[in-house]
């Protein structure tokens, strides 16, 4: 603290010294203008009053002048006249008793009494103002000397603009050499602080910066002040525990990235750690095995790296924050004279502060799951058709059967006919629903596409499950976001999807209950939605709804296809399908179909 407060007295002196000597020149201005405006107005104020009582006593001389020449003048006038003009010289003589400098109307005031001591000798004084007789001589000194007041007033008029432009030049000069003075000061003071404090804290600025590029051995400056050497050494000390702390930090970061590394490399799945720029940082052993590096191929493109140019597409979508559309296809690679199968994601890696620093891609072998995947196809779509023939000639059997067979229907004999019935119906839906997702999964549907209108596809689902809705007395609402496009669709296949939907809604939302189908347009795409407030599916089970063969929920039926069904379906529209569930708050299944 004590060092600060010496710091603060020296700057404080300083720049207290620079303002006293700035306000003691402008005090002096301002005393010195003041004064010469107070003159100036004061000789105005005189001049003018002298001026213009010179022009009313010359009017009322030439008067009385007049007055004198016309033989048959009013005499009373003339003494007015005359009392008027005395007047005036006493108020000129009691002027120039309050102000030095003036005489004139005291010689006027003298010879106007002249004047008219000779008018009253002289018998006729309209005859006799010839200058050279007394009355004309008393008459041109009297006006001589109201010309010369005037002359006079003009006089002290000049005189007093080369006063004031003198002490204007004075006051300039005095106003100059003040700030000559705290030019100088400034100047002294300026230099004081910059070679006391200015280049001690630059060479530390110059310190800092090196700091601040890892170079933590720097020269520290040693200085006359001591406040500023102990900022020195404070900041030498920073700089000694900086570098600990780097090296702390090293240490920690190589271990933290050994054991990355270690993780990486153990995992069983193939990494790629790509840049921001789209360049391959970082593979590890399981990737470059699955790929058939014998060595790694960093700092070039995805694209490039694999002979992919469609990945450099993708890639750059994820980094600029979007995401894929649908799963993207395998990478099918020859490896070893060996067709290898690749399944792939890209993720992006973000920055903690939320920008997006890089992506990572993950390989994972499906060779083996795919030919699973094609045996298991071509088992399910050859059982199928081997299932059909006879199960069709059963159910027709059967029909016969019970046409023949009449039963009361309070009997066991008319209850086991129906199960027949009812079981023979859900096997050939299930022979129908095999053949129909292999047929999906092959490539061998083929959809009949033609312009669909949404508000209709939606008003004959309802209508179709009108029956169901009324006998669990659910609430069936449509809500459309108008406009909606027209879609090149299969209806057919649509309504497959929608009743599948539907079913399922229906199925697990309790009595007067409620069911909302929404639809609306989404940039590209028109989005179509199913959503409930039944018993909703747990957060485990909904990765796995769209699988084949798996059912989830309480309320179990079938073979587990028919969601599988409707995922394929509307891929190869060309669309997405998902669902939105909260347990015990309902489900929402929707569609993505492009426009």
Not at 7 to 32: H, K, P, Q
Not at 270 to 275: C, E, M, T, Y
Not at 487 to 515: C, E, K, Y
Not at 544 to 569: D, H, M, S
Request: hydrophobic share 40%.
């Amino acid at each position: 603290m004590k060092w600060t407060m010496k710091l603060r007295t020296r700057l404080f002196l300083s720049i207290s010294a620079l303002m006293t000597v700035a306000l003691l020149g402008l005090t002096l201005g301002l005393v010195s203008v003041q004064q010469m405006s107070s003159a100036q107005q004061r000789l105005i104020r005189d001049n003018a009053f002298v001026l213009d009582l010179g022009l009313k006593l010359r009017q009322n001389l030439g008067e009385q002048l007049t007055l004198v020449l016309d033989e048959k003048g009013d005499g009373q006038q003339l003494e007015v006249l005359q009392q008027q003009f005395q007047t005036l010289l006493d108020e000129g003589l009691q002027h120039e008793r309050q102000t030095d400098g003036y005489a004139g109307f005291s010689k006027a005031s003298s010879d106007y009494q002249t004047f008219l001591q000779v008018m009253r000798e002289t018998p006729s004084p309209g005859k006799s103002l010839s200058p050279d007789l007394p009355l004309g001589a008393a008459f041109n000194a009297l006006r001589s000397d109201l010309i010369g007041s005037h002359k006079q007033a003009l006089e002290h008029i000049t005189d007093s603009e080369q006063v004031a432009r003198a002490r204007a030049l004075m006051v300039s000069g005095a106003l100059g050499l003040v700030g000559l003075a705290v030019l100088v000061l400034g100047f002294i003071t300026a230099h004081g602080i910059a070679r006391r404090f200015g280049q001690p804290i630059e060479a530390l600025a110059k310190a800092a910066d090196q700091i601040g590029q890892g170079n933590y051995d720097v020269t520290l400056p040693v200085t006359p002040a001591h406040e500023i050497n102990q900022l020195t050494r404070r900041f030498g000390l920073m700089a000694e525990a900086l570098r600990k702390h780097q090296a702390t930090n090293v240490d920690e970061l190589l271990a933290g990235q050994q054991r990355l590394q270690a993780v990486l490399d153990s995992i069983d799945d193939g990494l790629l750690i790509i840049d921001r720029q789209g360049l391959l940082e970082h593979l590890n052993p399981v990737a470059q095995r699955q790929l058939g590096w014998e060595t790694p191929r960093l700092g070039i493109g995805l694209g490039d790296a694999l002979k992919r140019p469609e990945l450099d597409d993708q890639l750059r979508l994820i980094l600029r924050g979007g995401s894929l559309e649908r799963a993207p296809e395998d990478l099918s690679l020859e490896i070893e004279e060996e067709t290898r199968l690749l399944a792939y994601s890209l993720t992006p890696v973000c920055h903690p502060q939320g920008q997006i620093i890089g992506a990572v891609m993950v390989l994972h072998d499906v060779t083996e799951q795919r030919a699973f995947e094609r045996v298991r196809s071509e088992f399910v779509l050859r059982a199928s058709h081997e299932l059909r023939t006879p199960v069709t000639g059963m159910h027709m059997a059967f029909g016969l059967l019970r046409e023949r067979l009449k039963f009361p229907a309070e009997t066991r004999e008319h209850d086991l006919l129906e199960t027949i019935g009812e079981e023979m119906q859900r096997l050939t839906q299930l022979i129908n629903d095999l053949l129909n997702f292999s047929r999906y999964q092959s490539g061998l549907q083929k959809l009949q596409l033609e312009p669909c209108a949404i508000d209709e596809l939606l008003e004959r689902a309802c209508g179709r499950f009108a029956p169901m809705l009324d006998d669990k007395q659910i609430d069936l609402q449509i809500e459309l976001v108008t406009p909606l496009p027209r879609i090149q669709a299969d209806p057919a296949q649509l309504d497959r999807v929608l009743d599948n939907l539907l079913d399922n809604a229906i199925r697990h939302t309790a009595s007067a209950g409620r069911i909302r189908l929404h639809a609306r347009r989404h940039a590209e795409r028109v989005i179509i939605s199913v959503e409930d407030n039944g018993e909703g599916i747990a957060y485990g089970q909904q990765g796995r709804i769209f699988e084949p063969f798996v059912q989830v929920g309480r309320k179990k039926g079938g073979a587990g296809l028919g969601l599988a069904l409707c995922k394929e379906i509307v891929q190869l529209h060309g669309g997405r399908m998902g669902v939105y569930s909260r347990p015990g708050q309902g489900t929402q299944f929707y569609m993505a179909l492009p426009v």
